[in-house]
Nanobody
């Protein structure tokens, strides 16, 4: 069964940090690009970051550049999103995603709330 399961979300103060994890199963993780998206209430889903396969090339959306870092551990079939200097506008449900031959696969999401 192909699955992506996110974890690590929670409530954090502005300026704080969280690390999200997404553990994959059911496909060859190391051969697929992994992405993080987020969606705030009433807003469109937006790409946050992605990381490529063996080379590990990364890309980030402008609002998170310099604050977020995406990485992966192929041995654990896990992709991470380290989030530093969090702002209230980072509040959203965060989803990991990958594209397989037959479909896009999404996790169920993990809530990140940045508030005092």
């Amino acid at each position: 069964q192909v699955q992506l399961v996110e974890s690590g979300g929670g409530l954090v103060q502005p300026g704080g940090s969280l690390r999200l994890s997404c553990t994959a199963s059911g496909f060859t993780f190391r051969n697929h690009r992994m992405s993080w998206y987020r969606q705030a209430p009433g807003k469109e889903r937006e790409l946050v970051a992605y990381i490529t396969t063996a080379d590990g090339i990364t890309n980030y959306a402008d609002p998170v550049k310099g604050r977020f870092t995406i990485s992966k551990d192929n041995a654990k079939n896990t992709v991470y999103l380290q989030m530093n200097s969090l702002k209230p506008e980072d509040t959203a449900v965060y989803y990991c995603m990958t594209r397989l031959i037959w479909s896009d696969v999404w996790g169920r999401g993990t809530q990140v709330t940045v508030s005092s």
